[in-house]
């Protein structure tokens, strides 16, 4: 079994390596985007018909906070609000152009900074690296599963 100190030591390594990666890239003028801001940006625009209650469902909040949080991103304009053509009571959300972008800049401004990092390594060190990543997942996955099929 693995000591919790070295788990520990984990978590804070990730935590370190993600909050670099998300320094100063979420800001857009004077407009700072909160992480789960941007969290909701990028699942608006991966999903399909994306209306306020599928929000509030997928991040498992109220529809106030979710209807505050679109608010605000519709006044920055990277979302627009929409109203669905089969019922003209639910609304739909979807990203602007402006959106767009911002998830483009974003994303090419994360992989450039960890190209930058992992170019670090040699190449043997990256694949070792890349291969305990993918086992992690794996093995995280496996346990999901698992837990999953015993609820069954």
Not at 4 to 17: G, T
Not at 47 to 76: P, Y
Not at 83 to 103: H, Q
């Amino acid at each position: 079994m693995i000591e919790e100190s070295k788990v520990d030591q984990f978590l804070m390594h990730w935590r370190m390596v993600n909050r670099h990666l998300r320094e100063g890239r979420l800001t857009n003028g004077d407009k700072n985007i909160t992480r789960l801001q941007w969290t909701l940006l990028r699942h608006v625009g991966r999903s399909e018909n994306c209306t306020m209650g599928s929000i509030a469902d997928h991040f498992n909040v109220g529809m106030s906070t979710i209807s505050q949080m679109i608010d605000r991103l519709e006044k920055w304009g990277y979302v627009e609000r929409g109203t669905s053509m089969r019922d003209a009571r639910v609304k739909m959300v979807s990203l602007t152009e402006k959106g767009t972008a911002m998830i483009q800049e974003v994303r090419a401004s994360y992989l450039e900074q960890l190209t930058h990092g992992l170019n670090r390594f040699s190449e043997d060190e990256r694949e070792t690296f890349l291969n305990y990543l993918q086992r992690l997942a794996e093995n995280l996955r496996e346990l999901s599963d698992d837990e999953h099929s015993m609820d069954e």
